[in-house]
């Protein structure tokens, strides 16, 4: 995503389309494309611009929101799946900020990139941390529900609020730290020159970290969890499949499918065609960029489907935020009988 390709420098001049590797012409795609000396042009235009401000503009409301709702479940229940599942969004909320906010609309769009070479490595940190986050407290929520279904008295046993709050602090932790070799990560819209060892260590860490590892993961604990349930199946009635597990088949399935396309296209970019030479790398990279970040506001959507408690739960924090902060406004007895009986879930409900 950028507008760097709208930047001026000089009278444009009239080019053969490069090929792959752009070394020399294609004869299936020979044409002429109006071209910025050194720079591809942004075929996107001002898409993502306008797709990103909605993105931050929708996603952010229902992310805050989807983080007040699993903090009430989670004060009720006491279950860690939902302080996972707050941690997730936690995080979600900090890639839109850093990631779409301030890394593609302020750096991209508002200042077009005249930003000091150290201020854009330093957000590099911050940026990879967040994704890192992002996908390893994921995995945690993958091993909670394995453990849930295929060891259930090791997990009675073993699982407490505090114990998951530990793991989460551990990860993000570790994020942080796993995002400061990335202060030495290629601009790919910026630099004309070729990747480096370096370069090529860091983006194959990316991709390992952000993607194959964590499906992997992924991969291994759902089919073991499906395996399960099937086996249930052979000896009477056929199993429900709780909320839990159908929302983490839903989170780890989204995100396998939303960033495939900017792994992909990261390798290609590698090992095949630099995005400063080849406008449809450029393309392609901006269109799997806005798929992968899609990933931060979906997940609000996917607990309202499977999660009648956790609609029920939105329903409550939207009534309670239109509620007058008078004290006259509550029924005679309500606040009493709230500090006396804190609300609760129905029993036998779950997420």
Known sequence: MTLEGQETAGPLRTTLLPTANGSRPSQELEGHWPEIPGRSPCVAGVIPVIYYSILLGLGLPVNLLTTVALARLAARTRKPSYHYLLALTASDIVTQVVIVFVGFLLQGAVLAREVPRAVVRSANILEFAANHASVWIAVLLTVDRYSALCHPLHHRAAS??????????????AALLTGVPFYWWLDVWRDADAPSLLDEVLKWAHCLTVYFIPCGVFLAANSAIIWRLRRRSHGGPRPRVGKSTAILLGVTTLFALLWAPRIFVMLYHLYVAPVHRDWRVHLALDVANMTAMLNTAVNFG?????????????????????????PGSRPEGTAAGSVLKPPGLPKGAEM
Request: net charge positive; aromatic share 6%.
């Open 160 to 173: 407490s609020p505090g114990r998951s709050r530990r793991a989460i602090a551990t990860v993000l932790g």
């Open 302 to 326: 996917l607990y309202c489907l499977v999660s009648k408690t956790f609609r029920a739960t939105v329903r409550e924090v939207i009534h309670d935020a239109h509620l007058p902060c008078t």
